[in-house]
């Protein structure tokens, strides 16, 4: 079946670090990608997609490249700020099902970002 | 936002007792979800909807039950409460054709 590999957590930078959070997939067929943010107290919301290999989704600051050949999709930003500490889940959804949008997540990584 | 809300926020019963939590939407969304975040599993899906009264088994949906009989209400059961289903549920929409989830705030659920 799908599944989503992130790496082990939690990570901790100073402000204005460089980020990467590394994610790995395995599904049949061509799959979308996401990352989805949760804050603190709240819901998951999503910060990026990708629908095809090549594609990069960004948005806030943060971008990830659909790699077919590496089967990866990992989140980077240039510079982190307080505010982004947050758990962060990459996800798939397998487009060859009918239930449109069932996701299959990763295990999330919690993010601290120090002053 | 989505408008999903979710009853109650926080909720502690006892083993073996029946418990229901609410998910209702204002979007009109067709597709409806219900997740359970653990730490260390992240992400699992217990039950979905596709339609009023159209619902189908997620990847952990032992002990749950669910019912869908307006489009903005999917109601999530346990039928007898266990503490290994101790966790917080997040109900998610989507309206289909690749459109993202939108997420609920969540049910913290106690079983003592």
């Known amino acids: 079946g799908d599944s989503v590999t992130q790496m082990e957590g939690p990570v901790t930078l100073s402000e204005e670090a460089f980020l990467t959070i590394n994610c790995t997939y395995t599904?049949?067929?061509?799959?979308?990608l996401f990352w989805y943010v949760q804050y603190p107290g709240e819901g998951l919301q999503l910060l990026l997609k990708?629908?095809?290999?090549?594609d990069k989704g960004s948005n806030k600051g943060f971008e990830a490249t659909y790699r077919k050949e590496t089967t990866s999709f990992h989140l980077e930003k240039g510079s982190v700020q307080v505010s982004d500490s947050a758990v962060y889940f990459c996800?798939?959804?397998?487009?060859?099902?009918?239930?449109?949008?069932?996701?299959?997540f990763g295990k999330g990584i919690t993010l601290s970002v120090r002053p | 936002d989505a408008g999903i809300t979710q009853s109650p926020r926080h909720k502690v019963t006892e083993t073996g007792t029946p418990v229901t939590l609410r998910c209702h939407q204002t979007?009109?969304?067709?597709?409806m979800y219900w997740y359970r975040q653990d730490p260390g599993h992240g992400l699992r899906l217990i039950h979905y909807?596709?339609?009023?009264?159209?619902?189908d088994k997620g990847e952990v949906s032992d002990g749950y039950s669910v019912s869908r009989s307006k489009t903005e209400d999917f109601l999530l059961t346990l039928e007898s409460a266990t503490s290994s289903q101790t966790s917080v549920y997040f109900c998610?929409?989507?309206?289909?054709?690749?459109?993202?989830?939108?997420f609920g705030n969540g049910t913290r659920l106690t079983v003592t």
């Open positions: 996800a798939l959804s397998d487009t060859l099902t009918g239930a449109n949008s069932k996701l299959t």
């Open positions: 599904a049949t067929g061509y799959p979308s």
């Open positions: 990708a629908t095809k290999a090549d």
């Open positions: 979007e009109n969304h067709r597709y």
């Open positions: 909807s596709y339609g009023v009264k159209d619902t």
């Open positions: 998610a929409t989507t309206g289909g054709n690749g459109s993202p989830l939108h």
